[in-house]
């Protein structure tokens, strides 16, 4: 089971937003991120806890190991407030969690 | 243009079967398992199972074993996602994703979805 924290974040824009994920057994770094804008298809963001995706800005970084995870947003954006997923693929079947809806401030 | 474009929205009666196709383009169809989630209205994602295009093989998760039927049509480079004995609680948005080729099982590519509603 992946659980997210917090459920909502009110966030305002330029600043820092911190979304964390915690896995019920260890699963390494095989965590991937995803981003959700409303009506869309989820984006993957970040994958093996810290890798980025192809064509995802600098300031989206991933850290950490086992079963603590973090997805942080440097300096938020307008199109960074959407629903954030993590997934574990370590175990089988693989999950997600039920996601961070990051909103403005 | 890589892609996975999917069918439009569908209505369906409880106990029947709905069946949503995604079209791949783009990349070599054979190379990337497809796998297929669903997001219940407001709710998060669930994964369903996969499909290996190059040799039809399937997986499913245990909750839709003997429901589900994963299926694709080389010729025209498109995977099936089909749904038996409809209820209620079917009613979601269907994505298919496309499974990155290191075996590792994460999505690099999403189709637009497709919302089966399930209504009487």
């Known amino acids: 089971v992946m659980t997210q924290s917090p459920a909502t974040l009110s966030v305002s824009p330029g600043e820092r937003a911190t979304l964390s994920c915690r896995a019920s057994?260890?699963?390494?770094?095989?965590v991937a991120w995803y981003q959700q804008q409303p009506g869309q298809a989820p984006r993957l963001l970040m994958y093996d806890a810290s890798t980025g995706a192809t064509g995802i800005p600098d300031r989206f970084s991933g850290s950490g190991s086992g079963t603590e995870f973090t997805l942080t947003i440097s300096s938020l954006q307008s199109e960074d407030f959407a629903v954030y997923f993590c997934q574990q693929y370590n175990g089988w079947p693989q999950t997600f969690g039920r996601g961070t809806k990051l909103e403005i401030k | 243009q890589v892609q996975l474009v999917q069918s439009g929205a569908d209505v369906r009666k409880p106990g029947a079967s709905v069946r949503v196709s995604c079209k791949s383009s783009?990349?070599?169809?054979?190379?990337?398992?497809i796998h297929w989630v669903r997001q219940a209205p407001g709710q998060g994602l669930e994964w369903m199972g996969w499909i290996n295009p190059r040799n039809g093989g399937t997986d499913y998760v245990q909750k839709f074993q003997g429901r589900v039927a994963m299926t694709r049509d080389t010729s025209i480079e498109t995977t099936y996602m089909e749904l038996r004995g409809l209820t209620s609680d079917d009613t979601a948005v269907y994505y298919c994703?496309?499974?990155?080729?290191?075996?590792?099982?994460?999505?690099?590519?999403w189709g637009q979805g497709t919302l089966v509603t399930v209504s009487s």
């Open positions: 783009g990349y070599t169809f054979t190379r990337h398992y």
């Open positions: 994703a496309r499974m990155v080729t290191s075996g590792d099982y994460f999505f690099d590519l």
């Open positions: 057994q260890i699963v390494h770094t095989n």
